[in-house]
């Protein structure tokens, strides 16, 4: 037993010892850890202020791939890991896993929130730049680049909503707005182009 350094091996020889417990409490530990390093990761993305939309929302994104790939892990591994946790007595609450899913909503609320920023840019400087020709290419740049942001936003709005499994009020009536702006676009896009 000398040669042992990990505490936790020793105390396995020790009679009576639950070692089994204790290598669950560790892992509900870490899970619970885990769980809470998720919350505090999407609350400091969603309120990350770049001054590029693009990379913003790409960050925005990147965060709810691995949030999702990290939750669908112990989504599949929910009923092995119920059984062994109960098998030593310990009641691990699952529903910690459902709040952060529920919590990608709020990703969703900041990748819109910056398209519909983009939307606001680009109706600003079409009512005031409107009569001066030498803006024209200027404005028709930031109106595609809103366009774009919108279209993402309805898309990984989409992917959110599979996802969390739904939408707050507030985000209901935000995806609305920007589907309702995007299909708006859409229009002045084609009038646009058949002008062209």
């Given at each position: 037993?000398?040669?042992?350094?990990?505490?936790?091996?020793?105390?396995?020889?020790?009679?009576?010892?639950?070692?089994?417990?204790?290598?669950?409490?560790?892992?509900?530990?870490?899970?619970?850890?885990?769980?809470?390093?998720?919350?505090?990761?999407?609350?400091?993305?969603?309120?990350?202020?770049?001054?590029?939309?693009?990379?913003?929302?790409?960050?925005?994104?990147?965060?709810?791939?691995?949030?999702?790939?990290?939750?669908?892990?112990?989504?599949?591994?929910?009923?092995?890991?119920?059984?062994?946790?109960?098998?030593?007595?310990?009641?691990?609450?699952?529903?910690?896993?459902?709040?952060?899913?529920?919590?990608?909503?709020?990703?969703?609320?900041?990748?819109?929130?910056?398209?519909?920023?983009?939307?606001a840019i680009y109706q600003g400087l079409a009512q005031s730049q409107a009569g001066d020709p030498t803006q024209r290419?200027?404005?028709?740049?930031?109106?595609?680049?809103?366009?774009?942001?919108?279209?993402?936003?309805?898309?990984?709005?989409?992917?959110?909503?599979?996802?969390?499994?739904?939408?707050?009020?507030?985000?209901?009536?935000?995806?609305?707005?920007?589907?309702?702006?995007?299909?708006?676009?859409?229009?002045?896009?084609?009038?646009?182009?058949?002008?062209?």
């Amino acid at each position: 037993m000398g040669a042992l350094e990990d505490e936790g091996e020793v105390l396995k020889y020790i009679e009576g010892w639950p070692s089994a417990k204790v290598d669950v409490i560790r892992e509900v530990a870490v899970r619970y850890k885990n769980f809470t390093q998720m919350d505090t990761k999407m609350e400091a993305c969603a309120a990350e202020r770049g001054s590029d939309p693009y990379e913003v929302m790409d960050h925005i994104a990147q965060t709810m791939d691995g949030i999702a790939r990290d939750l669908e892990a112990y989504l599949r591994t929910k009923a092995e890991a119920t059984a062994r946790y109960q098998a030593v007595g310990i009641r691990f609450k699952w529903r910690l896993l459902q709040q952060c899913r529920e919590k990608t909503v709020l990703l969703s609320k900041a990748f819109s929130g910056r398209a519909l920023n983009e939307l606001a840019i680009y109706q600003g400087l079409a009512q005031s730049q409107a009569g001066d020709p030498t803006q024209r290419r200027k404005i028709g740049i930031q109106f595609n680049r809103a366009y774009n942001c919108l279209q993402k936003a309805l898309e990984f709005g989409f992917r959110v909503y599979s996802f969390a499994g739904g939408f707050d009020d507030e985000m209901e009536e935000m995806y609305g707005v920007v589907h309702a702006h995007l299909q708006h676009m859409a229009q002045l896009r084609e009038q646009r182009l058949a002008t062209l």
